[in-house]
């Protein structure tokens, strides 16, 4: 027989909670837009879209997805602005989804012939549009390293394998040689600390991409800690050795905590998730972030690109990590610059910032941050995607105030 003690008690604390969420969250985003407009969106259930396996048969994909009339295939690009450079956004090979304008879950993925003769693959990977354009955001194109540092369940990597490997796509032409000849160099590598979620990540990376891949180790599944000081010296690659790194940090994930919320209560239950919340997370996951967002830019080239993404809603787990790693690499620039050292800042890249009459993607579900962009569910235009915020960055070369002030002047 439960307790009803500490039923009352774990309520009471329960509704604390709850009523101490709405308090920060409607200090966030106005207490009429929360209220009325993105915690009865976040309510909703989460939207999924399809994303395409291109390593397999596109046909069978098709007819295994079976689109509905208000059903369209998508692909998730350019993302650049029509005054990008041309040749770099047809570089990039983008990812294929089927986007669905209904309720209907799309059915469970199946093993369809791929680009192997011998071997079957999985069709396809069921997640939130918003993921698919925030990985696509990266622009991983052939002949590049990647790093995908907190990856499991792996979409967000099968994204990245699309764009590094278009060659080795099921429907490639057959006179295509491009993923035997840039298979030398590209690389993706993905990480995932935790052991249950890393034997999973590993699991989907294997039901999703070319067996060759990991043959040629061409695609590591990695088990490191990001957060810690040491994860440099352990990263296949090390310090400096990637061209573009993804970060999806662990976050407040606060829909989550919503859902779980909704459903315990309707089973007269308290979800734990909502219970043990406090605004204090947030701080502590914060500084978790910002290790991880350090480890990330270290682990990049000079010039080389970070994108960095949560599934929070909380200005503290998003523009706030990145104002707070700028400061940080700031206050180093003193003590990195003696002789053999490398000094680095890093400059917001806003080359995929949609213009006033862009009808992207990135303009279509998301809106502007101080530092990047969120995709949140009741986003006018939006079609209920999200919350996904992302901010992409790129690590260049330190100039000093007195360097800047004299290359304005020339």
């Known amino acids: 027989m439960p307790n009803v003690k500490s039923t009352k008690v774990l309520q009471k604390r329960s509704d604390a909670a709850l009523e101490s969420f709405h308090k ?25 879209c399809a994303l395409v396996n291109r390593f397999a048969s596109f046909s069978e994909v098709q007819a295994l997805l079976r689109p509905l009339p208000e059903d369209k295939l998508l692909e998730i690009g350019p993302v650049l602005t029509a005054t990008s450079s041309a040749e770099v956004a047809t570089a990039v090979t983008y990812p294929i989804v089927l986007h669905s304008s209904t309720e209907r879950s799309f059915p469970t993925p199946l093993n369809v012939s791929s680009a192997e003769p011998t071997s079957r693959i999985s069709s396809h990977w069921n997640l939130d549009l918003a993921s698919v354009l925030a990985a696509a955001m990266l622009q991983a194109r052939p002949g590049e390293q990647v790093l995908d540092l907190c990856a499991a369940p792996g979409g967000k990597s099968i994204v990245l394998a699309q764009m590094l490997w278009p060659g080795l796509h099921a429907d490639a032409p057959a006179t295509d ?3 035997t000849t840039s298979m030398t160099r590209t690389c993706l590598h993905s990480n995932e600390s935790d052991r249950t979620r890393h034997k999973r990540l590993e699991a989907n990376m294997q039901s999703y991409l070319p067996s060759r891949l990991f043959t040629d180790s061409a695609v590591r599944v990695v088990r490191i800690d990001a957060s810690e000081k040491s994860a440099l010296h352990e990263l296949p690659l090390g310090a400096g050795g990637y061209d573009k790194v993804l ?18 209560s309707t089973a007269g239950q308290i ?9 204090s997370h947030t701080k502590t996951l ?3 972030q910002a290790a991880l967002l350090m480890t990330a830019l270290k682990a990049v080239k000079l010039g080389g690109k970070v994108l960095y993404a949560t599934c929070s809603i909380s200005r503290e787990e998003n523009d706030d990590v990145i104002e707070r790693t700028i400061e940080a690499v700031k206050r180093k620039h003193k003590n990195n610059t003696g002789p053999g050292q490398s000094s680095w800042e890093i400059k917001i890249d806003t080359t995929f910032e949609p213009g006033p009459e862009s009808k992207s993607l990135v303009a279509s579900m998301t809106e502007s941050t101080k530092y990047g962009r969120i995709a949140l569910p009741d986003h006018v235009v939006g079609g209920r995607w999200g919350p996904l915020y992302f901010c992409l960055m790129q690590k260049v070369p330190y100039k000093s105030k007195t360097e800047s002030t004299s290359n304005d002047n020339i």
Do not use: M, Q, V
């Open 24 to 48: 920060y969250y409607a200090g966030l985003w106005g207490e009429d837009r929360w209220h009325k407009s993105l915690f009865p969106a976040l309510i909703e259930s989460t939207r999924y």
């Open 247 to 264: 970060l999806d940090a662990p976050c407040s994930s606060e829909r989550h905590i919503i859902h779980a919320h909704l459903k315990a």
């Open 271 to 279: 979800a734990e998730e909502l219970a043990n919340w406090k605004a």
């Open 177 to 179: 040689s491009e993923g």
């Open 286 to 288: 914060a500084k978790t």
